[in-house]
């Protein structure tokens, strides 16, 4: 009996989760801010020494289809003369009009001055797209709020040694104390277009 209950919940919760917040598809176009202290130098007193050029700008895209969903950012940042941004593909899950979402993803920057362009995250960056699979993945976790076509949201790039090449997947889960610490924090706010 028990196994019939938990079946039938599991009937009902999904499809309630695919079609709550906007539906089976949604495309959302919006504006991303972020800065550059992370929670460990938050710790250590560095907002003492805070500045308007610390805080990143850019743009945020967001395609979800059922429970995938993946993510863009392209990104300002004034004081270091780069564009930078990260793209990841993510599970998203739509609770009444809360959205939770959580995946991989990658880092890019493009320093302006240099020209030059570089992928992964700083813990294995790599600056040929042939070496690819030696760039290392971000994990990636978000809150939306999903207020009619309006969307405000939080979310958190929290940097991992892991690569394609390395296949430290054990690494991405036991290290989420260091992840957390060395996170790059920032806010969405967008628009759903479709």
Avoid at 23 to 35: E, I, M, W
Avoid at 165 to 173: H, L
């Amino acid at each position: 009996m028990k196994k019939v209950i938990i079946v039938m919940l599991i009937a009902l919760i999904i499809p309630a989760c695919i079609f709550a917040g906007r539906g089976l598809f949604d495309l959302t176009l919006g504006a991303a801010a972020s800065t550059t202290y992370t929670p460990k130098m938050i710790k250590e007193g560095a907002l003492e020494n805070f500045k308007f050029g610390d805080i990143t700008w850019g743009l945020d895209t967001e395609i979800k289809i059922a429970f995938a969903a993946v993510d863009a950012k392209v990104m300002y940042a004034p004081e270091a003369k780069a564009i930078y941004g990260n793209v990841s593909a993510n599970l998203a899950l739509d609770i009444f009009f809360v959205r939770v979402k959580a995946g991989l993803g990658y880092e890019y920057t493009y320093d302006i001055d240099d020209k030059t362009m570089w992928y992964g995250n700083c813990n294995n960056a790599v600056t040929s797209f042939d070496d690819f699979k030696d760039a290392a993945f971000d994990i990636n976790v978000g809150v939306d709020f999903l207020l009619g076509d309006l969307t405000i949201g939080a979310y958190a790039n929290l940097p991992t040694s892991t690569t394609i090449a390395n296949g430290d997947w054990a690494g991405v889960f036991n290290n989420a104390k260091e992840h957390w610490e060395d996170a790059q924090i920032g806010l969405v706010v967008g628009i759903a277009l479709l």
